[in-house]
């Protein structure tokens, strides 16, 4: 028989960086989770990507025990690599802060196609593109179903 979920978490959390110290420790402790299993049980399967800024939806369980998923990076995170960039823009609609091209807007969609809601590889690089406009980046180039 199928556990009770008693609740959902999510975090963003630096790739093998996790610790018991806020914002983990609170969030974990008021659901009842061992928070040092977790930050072990991460660390270990995070290791890879150890630096990198990585979500996880951790399902706790009625007997206190817990499964977790990671996420890929969020596309903010990584338009802000591909530009080269420390944050975006505090204007977005004003003040263009960096460029990206639209080769780099399709890898970074390939990579998150998992975690977006959407059916094509278009419909990502859209959306990854939207997200790229909203931080003051500018997508240079023409699209590839404009061509």
Known sequence: MAKEVS?????????????PSPPVGPALGAKGVNIMEFCKQFNARTQDKAGKVLPAVITVYSDKSFDFVIKTPPAAVQLLEAAKLKKGSSESNKLKVGNVTWEQVQ???????ADLNCFTIHSGMKMVAGTARSMG????GKAPWEV
């Open 7 to 19: 609740g959902l978490i999510k975090l963003q959390i630096k790739g093998g960086a996790a610790n």
């Open 107 to 113: 890898a970074i969609a390939e990579d998150k196609m």
């Open 137 to 140: 980046l500018t997508v240079k």
